[in-house]
């Protein structure tokens, strides 16, 4: 039986050790989602938390900025809990980042819900952002 993968704080990481397919998720996810976390990290060279309830999501986009200024990363995976206001901020920020770098790697979005996997669009993040037209799409 192979050991659970556990992720390192991204915030305590150099950013020239991040290389590879690279999953940072919301530091609960392996403690609420252990089984959705598993199959995700399987997917992953490297494993990173971060919880943005302690960091502020503005140090972890320079951090992600920094790290895909390496280019040694190939793929990002952001992985939440499901209805964490904390957590929702780590899917917005790939478009920040976008917005920044004119180069960037494939970046993917998941949220976890009752232990279900679930991709999350880049129009259901930009929605989540605009309560106004979140409301007049209800």
């Not at 503005?58 to 280019?71: E, P, Q, R």
């Not at 990363?73 to 770098?101: F, G, N, W």
Request: one cysteine or more.
């Amino acid at each position: 039986m192979n050991r659970p993968v556990e992720p390192h704080p991204l915030m305590e990481t150099n950013v020239y050790s991040v290389r590879g397919r690279v999953l940072v998720v919301g530091s609960c996810l392996p403690e609420v989602a252990p089984e959705a976390f598993g199959e995700l990290a399987l997917q992953a060279d490297q494993v990173y938390s971060l919880c943005l309830e302690n960091t502020h999501i503005n140090m972890a986009m320079t951090k992600l900025s920094a790290i895909f200024g390496t280019g040694q990363m190939t793929k990002l995976v952001l992985a939440s809990v499901d209805r964490s206001p904390h957590c929702t901020q780590l899917h917005y920020i790939k478009h920040e980042i976008e917005r920044i770098l004119p180069k960037h790697v494939p970046v993917e979005d998941y949220v976890v819900n009752e232990g279900r996997i679930v991709s999350v669009p880049d129009a259901a993040i930009e929605l989540s952002k605009s309560l106004a037209k979140l409301v007049e799409s209800i």
